[in-house]
């Protein structure tokens, strides 16, 4: 299976510096260095509501489910002389989606994320495993691809910020929570997104 790359927005300007010297100034980056001083928790939490936004977009309603979260250290790169960390939050689509369906589901993901100003930053347009990268203006990079049994899958990675115990996401998914490293299959049927005609022309609007 292949791993996600969401290193996605509801409308949440938080005015973020990466993890290294963005090298701004005057007002901007003294908004930065103030809203920068937020915890890891909250960063968190902020790129859980990302990826619910994404998903809730998507018509006909997918099937999905959470899954490993992780966090890490920023190396040396302190705010305040504190230490730094950047959270990772990850989705799994569990409805099936047909090869000839996938297009259409990542022109959906594309369109609503250029919609809420973020930047496509790569389109891998491999037909086995494609995928699309984006990135928010506050440095919060996200991912849509695809992976074995062209299961679809979702991440985001926040800048770093003031580290802090990160809870598991508390944003409710819509699939039934499974245990173990594994993420099950897509198992789900959908009569649109299953079907093995090309997408119509018209979008569906529920």
């Not at 919060?140 to 996401?169: H, L, N, W, Y």
Request: net charge neutral.
């Amino acid at each position: 299976m292949k791993k996600v790359r969401i290193v996605l927005a509801a409308a949440l300007a938080i005015g973020v510096a990466g993890c290294s010297d963005s090298g701004t100034s005057g007002d901007q980056g003294r908004e930065n260095a103030v809203v920068n001083r937020i915890s890891l928790q909250e960063a968190a939490e902020k790129a859980d509501a990302i990826i619910l936004s994404t998903i809730s977009s998507v018509r006909p309603t997918l099937n999905w489910v959470h899954y490993a979260p992780t966090d890490s250290g920023c190396g040396d790169y302190t705010i305040d002389g504190k230490t730094t960390g950047s959270a990772t939050r990850r989705a799994a689509v569990m409805t099936i989606v047909s090869e000839e369906r996938r297009g259409s589901l990542l022109g959906v993901v594309e369109r609503y994320w250029k919609k809420q100003g973020y930047t496509i930053s790569d389109v891998d347009s491999s037909r086995a495993f494609p995928a699309i990268d984006a990135r928010t203006s506050e440095d919060f990079r996200m991912s849509v691809s695809v992976g074995a049994k062209g299961q679809f899958f979702f991440d985001i990675t926040t800048p770093c910020f003031i580290k802090s115990e990160v809870s598991p996401p508390k944003t409710e998914a819509n699939g039934t929570p499974f245990e173990g490293p594994k993420v099950p299959s897509p198992s789900v049927h959908s009569d649109f997104w299953s079907a093995t005609t090309p997408a119509p022309s018209t979008a569906p609007t529920r």
